[in-house]
Each structure stands twice: as C-alpha cells, then as structure tokens.
C-alpha cells in the first residue's frame, strides 16, 4: 500500500506495458542493488571520512565494472543522470574545444537532444546525414561529406546513435566510428537504445560515447558518458568525476545502473528468440490492421521494438495511441521524450514518410519480461479498436 500515491487502475483488462524505450520497469536486480548501497554507503564520496570513502569505494566499483563491460579505462567514465546530460556535456566541451568556424555532422536522426545540443552550440554549422529509406544512416553519402570536410576544414565531431529509439533501426554506427578514426575525427555514439538489449562490444572504442540506464532496468536519472582525456564538462561547482561533472555522486544510482546492465548482459543469449518473438509479434499485428505496415521493415532492428504504421480511423482525430491507451495498452506515437508535445516526428520525415501517414504511426516497445502472449493481448486490442473506430 502506497504512502504517497494514489494509483489508478480503470481497466477491465490487464494493463500491458510497450514504452520501454521510454523508461522500462525497475529491474529487480537493480532494485535490490539501488537499495543495498543506499543503506550500506550513506557517505558522500567527496568526504575524507571513512563513511565518505566507503561511498567512493562503492561508486569506484560500479565505474571498474562499467569500464571492463566497455571495454575503456575506469578514469574515462563519467556518471551521469542520463543520456540528455551527457549529450549538451559533449557538445558544449566541443565547442569550447573547437576551432570558431568548425561545424558538426550529427545524422539525421538522432534524438532530440543531439540534434539540439548540437545546433545550440554550433549554431548554423550542423551538417545533417542522411538516411535511407529503411532508415539506416547512408554510410556513402556520410563518407563523401567527411572526405569532402566541413566549411572547407574538419568537422569537430561526427554523432550516429547505436540503434534508433523511434524505429529500433540499428545504425553502422562501428563503421562511421572507424571511418572517422581513419581521418582523426573524434566520433560520438548515443547508445541509450542499444546498451541492455545487444552486446556492449565495440562501444568503449568510441571518443564519445553515452547512454542513460533506465531503458534497460536501472533507476532513472542513472547515465554514463565515456569521454577523452581533456574533457571540461558542463557543470561547475565542484571537482567530482575528476573535475568533470560537478555535484554530489549518485552512489545508488550507480549500483542500480550497474546490477541492471549485468543483469541484461546475461540474457542477450536470449536475442535470437526475441527476434522470432517480435517477426510473430508483427504477424500478428498485421493480421488483425489489414493496411498496416512495419516501419523499416527489411533493415536490422531491436528485437524490442515494433514501428507500425496503422491504417486510418474514421476520426482522425482519433489518434492510436490514445484508443489503445483506452484499452490498457501503453504505446507511444513516436519519442515519449518530447514529454507530449505533438509534432511530426524527424525520423520518419527523415525516412520519407508523410506528414499524414506519420501521424498514425504507433511505436510499441517491449522488455526482457515481454511475452508473445502479451503481443496477442495488444494484437488483439489493436484489431477492436480498429472494428470500432475504422
Ligand atoms: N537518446 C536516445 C536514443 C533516447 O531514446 C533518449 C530517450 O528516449 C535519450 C537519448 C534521452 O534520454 P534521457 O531522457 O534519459 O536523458
């Protein structure tokens, strides 16, 4: 029984969950993590106390384990709130670094807060990449713009993202790194949607690279963001993380993050049949929204992740996501990260569907604990709403 909060439940039917690339549920494993290094470290890390060097002990471990799962060294790890954070950290260190004129190329995209991290500190000189149709970053046209330079010099960084959070598109993201190492360019990855869900491997030779933990089971406001050495960060006030990221540690935080990642890490085995899972769960959904379509369809995607373009009710104000929200099922109509605002989304423009069809464009992402039968129970709910509304 709650304290503090009054939970409502309306439904007839069980609520099923599809927004994890939103925020999953706390995993349990981070919970019990969360809660051990709450009680057992309530130092600060920053004091000299034995109370505050157990605390940095404790946030030294998690980093260690981090590092070795990235494959960089500890004092590359930066512990942040998320991924929002660590982004405007990178492009604001970026353009302190700098030349006056450099620019940056960043794809097209990328979540909102590359894109506009990025345009507030190198206004006007963000060059955009292109996607394909399917919605994979075209590796051709990016490696034609970085021979060709950027205001006749060297962009001062390149940003793909791992896996796309719209879409699931998995981007050649390891491609783009080596091809900017090749040409001495520091590479930027957003792995938020990929760390939990694929293996780590490869990530930790990326100059910048970060992800927030609450995709994939830790507590949220948990992050981290591997950088070079030099990095100013963005944050003043005090000389945590190595004078990187001022403020007290999130101790908890980090031990959340960490017994999360672990906690996937030892299910990707598991990724084949979640594959099978989500190939039957579009099946599925298809059948019952004849006139439907999958958005990159035929290109490498999460296996958690399922872009449904819906056919068109009768009201077109009627919006999917909240006809099926009606029925229990939580949905998203594209990045929940723009908290509601409703705007036509980047990515699909991007991908070249239209400002009509986009609109109807459904995003259902699933977790570890998803089932097939909860896909049914969505399929299902899909196709009565469709009955009632078309
Ligand atoms: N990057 C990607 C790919 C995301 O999906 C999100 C959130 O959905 C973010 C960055 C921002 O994460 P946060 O809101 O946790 O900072």
Redesign the pocket.
């Known amino acids: 029984m709650s304290l503090l909060f009054h939970v409502e439940h309306p439904f007839s039917q069980p609520m099923l969950y599809f927004d994890h690339?939103?925020?999953a549920p706390l995993s349990p494993a981070a919970r019990a993590a969360w809660l051990e290094a709450q009680e057992l470290f309530p130092g600060n890390p920053a004091s000299t106390h034995w109370a505050g060097r157990r605390a940095e002990a404790a946030l030294e471990t998690s980093r260690a384990w981090l590092a070795g799962w990235l494959g960089c060294g500890d004092a590359d790890l930066v512990f942040t709130?998320?991924?929002?954070?660590?982004?405007n950290a990178v492009f604001a260190h970026l353009a302190h670094s700098a030349g006056r004129t450099a620019g940056v190329m960043v794809s097209a995209v990328?979540?909102?807060?590359?894109l506009e991290a990025a345009e507030r500190w190198f206004p006007s000189r963000v060059v955009r990449l292109p996607v394909l149709s399917g919605g994979v970053l075209d590796l051709d046209a990016a490696s034609g713009l970085l021979r060709g330079g950027f205001n006749a010099g060297r962009p001062a960084a390149v940003a793909l993202?791992a896996?796309?959070?719209e879409t699931g598109v998995i981007q050649p993201w390891a491609a783009l790194r080596d091809l900017c190492r090749e040409r001495d360019i520091p590479f930027i990855c957003?792995a938020?949607?990929w760390v939990g869900r694929l293996p780590a491997e490869g990530l930790g030779e990326c100059a910048f690279l970060?992800?927030?933990g609450?995709?994939s089971g830790a507590p949220?406001g948990t992050?981290f963001l591997k950088v070079p050495r030099g990095f100013t960060g963005l944050l003043s006030g005090g000389d945590q993380e190595d004078g990187r990221r001022a403020g007290t540690q999130n101790v908890a935080g980090a031990a959340g993050l960490v017994a999360a990642l672990r906690e996937c890490e030892g299910l990707l085995d598991g990724v084949p049949a979640r594959l099978e899972m989500r190939g039957e769960a579009e099946r599925l959904l298809l059948e019952a929204l004849p006139g439907g379509r999958i958005v990159g369809a035929g290109v490498e995607r999460l296996w958690n992740t399922v872009s449904l373009l819906a056919p068109e009710l009768a009201d077109c104000r009627q919006r999917w996501v909240v006809r099926l929200d009606a029925t229990g099922v939580a949905g998203s109509s594209g990045?929940?990260?723009a908290s509601g605002r409703e705007q036509s989304s980047h990515v699909l423009r991007a991908m070249g569907v239209g400002a009509g069809e986009s609109d109807r464009v459904l995003r259902l992402s699933s977790g570890w604990g998803t089932s097939l039968e909860d896909w049914r129970g969505v399929a299902e709910r899909m196709a009565a709403v469709f009955e009632r509304w078309r």
């Open positions: 690339n939103a925020t709130s998320g991924a929002t954070e660590a982004a990328e979540h909102p807060c590359v993202m896996a796309n959070n957003d938020t949607q970060f992800a927030s609450h995709k949220v992050g990045s929940a990260c």
